[in-house]
C-alpha cells in the first residue's frame, strides 16, 4: 500500500538533488580536531548519504498523497533552510510552525536547525488568543502554517508561508522552496555553517499553560541529540523500523522522535488527524513497528471495533500520564509492546523507562502490567532520577526506598531543559538545590524504579491518610466496564476530603447501564472495596460521556474540580 503512493507521486525538480551530493557542513575556522558538535541535523544527513533511496516520509491518507526517499528529503530540507535564509532569519531567531503531522512539519525540525534558528512548534487545538500570546512572547520572525490553520495567525505580522500540502506545483510552500534552491547558487550542504555551539538553543516548546500562561521551553541541540538516540535506543528502532505518526509532532517536538527516526533510517508515515479506522489500517497493513501515543489515545485504539491481536509485534511507546496496569494488559494482548516512559516537555518528552525484569516471564500478564505501570529508572543518556523532599535551606534529601514514602521528582543532566524563555524567575524555581523540580510525586521502590503517586496538587487528604488520585484510578480502572476514570477531591464534612470518580463507560456497557448510574456506582464501590482502602474508595462517581482533556490529550482535572465546586 506504501509503495503504491511512492509510485503514483512525483517530487518537484527543486527536490531532486544534484548528482554525487556532498552532506557536509561547512566546517568553521578554529574547530579544534578533536570536538564534533552535537546536532540532531546529523542524522538525516547520514541516512542521506548510506540510504539515499530508502523511503524516508509517506504521506497517503489526504487528497494529495506524496512520498520522500531520504535523499529527495534531505534536498527539500536543505532548501527550507536556504529559503529561510533568504527570508532574513539569522541564527538564534525563532521560526513558528502551526501543522498536523504533515510532511512540511518533519522538515521543519530540520530544516530550521539547519538554517541555525529555533523550531517554534504550536499546538493546532489552541485559540487565537493564545496563538497569539506565544508568538508574541517567542517573538517568532516568520510562521510556517498549514491552509486548515491560517485563521491562528491572521492579522500577524511576522512573514507568513503557507502550505496545502499537496506537494506539487502551486502549493505556496512548495515554491517557497523552490526559492531556497534558487538562494543555494547550488552551494548545496557546504554552503551552511556547522554550529559549534552544542548548548544554543534548538526548540522552543510552549507547556499546555492549565494553571496559567503557557511557559516556553528552550532546549539545547545537544539535548536534543542525546534525547533522540535514547528514544531510538530505548525503544530498538532500527533500519527496518516504520513509525506511525499519532503523536503530534507539535507536542514537545514529538518527544524529539522527528529526529530518532531519522537516527535509525526509519521510514515514517504522516497523518493529519488521529482516525482510529486509518490508524489500524497502518497497524494491519503497512508494516508499522512504532508509534507513540497519551493513554487517552490508546485506549482509543484498543478498544476500536477493528482492534485485534496483531500478527506481528509492534513497539509502543505511551506517556502524557501514567497508563494503568489494565491498559498496559490490553495492549498486550493485541500483540503491541508497551515501552512505558515518563517525562515532560522541560525533559525532551521521555527520561524514564519501566525496564522488563528477567523475573517478569513468571508472573501472569496482570501482575506484569502492574510492575510496568512504574515510572522505572532514568534513560540510557538521562542522569539519574531521584524522589526527594527539601528542607528550608533547599537541601534535597531523598526518601527511603520504600514505595511507600512519597517525595518529589528531580532530575539534572543532558536531557533537561535550558531555561524557560524570557522567564527567570520561573527558572530559578524549577532549578532550586540544583535539580530541575518536576512537580510530580512519586515514591522510590527498593529496586531504585520509581512510581508517581500524584501531581502535588492532585493528592487527596482524607481523614488525615494521602490517598493517590493515580492509585486509585489504576484500581478502578480494571472493573469490566470502565473505559477511562479520573479522581479528585471533594470536600466532606467529616473526613475532610473523600475521592470522586468520573467515569465514562466502555460502548459495551453504555446500554446495560442506560438509565442505571445509581446501580453503577453501587456496583463499582462494590468492586473497590476489595482493592482499596476505606479512605481511598470513590464516595462518588459521576457518569459523563467524555472526560475534558486539555490539547495534548490530558485529562484536565481542573475542569473536574470545578464541577466539584458547584455540588
Known amino acids: 500500500m506504501l509503495f503504491k503512493t511512492q509510485a503514483a507521486f512525483k517530487p518537484t525538480p527543486a527536490s531532486i538533488p544534484t548528482e554525487h551530493c556532498n552532506y557536509r557542513l561547512q566546517l568553521p575556522s578554529g574547530l579544534p580536531v578533536h570536538i564534533h558538535p552535537l546536532n540532531p541535523l546529523a542524522f538525516v544527513l547520514r541516512a542521506a548519504q548510506i540510504y539515499p533511496d530508502k523511503l524516508a516520509i509517506v504521506h497517503p491518507d489526504v487528497e494529495h498523497p506524496s512520498t520522500y526517499t531520504y535523499s529527495v528529503w534531505a534536498q527539500r530540507i536543505q532548501n527550507l533552510a536556504y529559503a529561510l535564509i533568504w527570508s532574513g532569519i539569522k541564527p538564534g531567531d525563532r521560526v513558528a510552525v502551526i501543522a498536523p503531522n504533515t510532511p512540511m512539519m518533519a522538515d521543519a525540525h530540520h530544516g530550521i536547525i539547519a538554517a541555525r534558528a529555533i523550531i517554534t512548534p504550536i499546538n493546532t487545538r489552541l485559540t487565537k488568543p493564545e496563538v497569539e500570546y506565544i508568538l508574541e512572547h517567542s517573538g517568532a520572525k516568520l510562521i510556517l502554517v498549514d491552509h486548515e490553520y491560517t485563521h491562528l495567525v491572521r492579522g500577524e505580522k511576522a512573514q507568513i508561508i503557507i502550505c496545502k500540502d499537496t506537494g506539487r506545483f502551486g502549493d505556496p510552500y512548495e515554491e517557497f522552496l523552490s526559492k531556497g534552491r534558487q538562494h543555494s547558487n547550488e552551494k548545496g550542504w557546504s554552503g551552511l555553517i556547522m554550529e559549534t555551539d552544542e548548548d544554543i538553543g534548538a526548540t522552543l516548546c510552549y507547556t499546555s499553560g492549565t494553571t496559567g500562561r503557557p511557559k516556553g521551553v528552550l532546549s539545547t541541540l545537544r539535548g536534543t541529540y542525546l534525547a533522540a538516540m535514547a528514544n531510538a535506543y530505548e525503544t530498538r528502532m532500527e533500519h527496518d523500523s516504520v513509525y506511525l505518526w499519532i503523536l503530534p509532532m507539535f507536542h514537545a517536538c514529538g518527544w524529539t522522535f522527528p529526529w530518532s527516526i531519522t537516527l535509525a533510517f526509519a521510514t515514517q508515515i504522516t497523518q493529519r488527524t488521529v482516525d482510529n479506522q486509518l490508524i489500524w489500517k497502518h497497524l494491519l497493513h503497512s508494516g508499522v513497528t512504532h508509534y507513540c501515543g497519551a493513554p487517552t489515545v490508546q485506549i482509543g485504539i484498543v478498544s476500536h471495533p477493528h482492534a485485534r491481536k496483531l500478527s506481528h509485534r509492534i513497539t509502543t511507546t505511551v506517556a502524557g500520564s501514567a497508563p494503568t496496569a489494565h491498559l498496559i494488559g490490553e495492549l498486550d494482548k493485541k500483540n503491541i509492546n508497551v515501552v512505558h516512559v515518563y517525562g515532560l516537555t522541560e525533559t525532551y518528552g521521555p527520561f524514564t523507562r519501566g525496564y522488563v525484569q528477567q523475573f517478569y516471564k513468571n508472573l501472569s500478564l496482570e501482575e506484569r502490567a502492574k510492575y510496568m505501570a512504574r515510572q522505572g529508572h532514568a534513560f540510557v543518556t538521562a542522569q539519574e532520577v531521584r524522589v526527594v523532599y527539601q528542607d528550608d535551606n533547599e537541601e534535597l534529601t531523598d526518601v527511603p526506598a520504600d514505595g511507600k514514602t512519597i517525595g518529589e521528582i528531580v532530575t539534572r543532566g543532558n536531557i533537561v531543559m535550558k531555561k524557560y524563555y524570557r522567564d527567570p524567575e520561573a527558572t530559578k524555581k524549577a532549578f532550586r538545590g540544583g535539580y530541575f523540580h518536576s512537580g510530580d510525586l512519586a515514591v522510590m521502590h527498593t529496586d531504585g524504579s520509581i512510581a508517581i503517586q500524584d501531581r502535588s496538587k492532585d493528592i487527596i487528604i482524607s481523614g488525615g491518610e494521602n490517598a493517590s488520585s493515580l492509585a486509585i484510578e489504576q484500581e478502578l480502572s480494571e472493573h469490566h ?59 462518588w462517581v459521576r457518569v459523563e460521556d467524555e472526560l475534558p482533556k486539555t490539547s495534548t490529550g490530558k485529562i484536565m482535572k481542573t475542569a473536574l474540580r470545578g464541577i466539584v465546586a458547584k455540588l
Request: charged share 30%.
Open 481 to 539: 466496564d470502565v473505559l477511562e476514570v479520573a479522581v479528585v477531591a471533594r470536600p466532606h464534612p467529616k473526613w475532610g476530603e473523600r475521592p470522586m470518580a468520573f467515569v465514562t463507560l466502555k460502548p459495551s456497557a453504555e446500554r446495560k447501564w442506560a438509565g442505571r448510574h445509581a446501580a453503577f456506582t453501587e456496583d463499582l464501590q462494590k468492586f473497590s472495596k476489595n482493592r482499596l482502602p476505606g479512605f481511598a474508595r470513590p464516595e
